[in-house]
């Protein structure tokens, strides 16, 4: 889980930033979708057409950045939209 771990730490080390509504929605829906995927991925069962559509809303959101720079993204977007 790429993001909720990198978030997860940079939090636990420095502190939650300031996000706007909007952001903070954005990080807890990343983290939300994360989740699912990780219990999808670990159904014995194939649950393709739901983990294409996880897949897909989460690189939506993530724009498949990587944690650091999606982070500064979103406090960039929080400090614009005061």
Do not use: C
Request: net charge positive; glycine share 4%; no cysteine.
């Amino acid at each position: 889980m790429k993001y909720t771990s990198y978030f997860a730490d940079k939090f636990k080390r420095h502190g939650v930033p300031t996000l706007s509504y909007e952001q903070f929605a954005r990080l807890m829906n990343i983290v939300f979708l994360e989740g699912t995927l990780q219990n999808f991925k670990s159904f014995e069962r194939e649950h393709t057409l739901g983990r294409y559509r996880i897949e897909w809303r989460l690189t939506k959101l993530t724009k498949d950045k990587e944690p650091y720079y999606l982070l500064q993204e979103m406090i960039k977007l929080s400090k614009e939209n005061k």
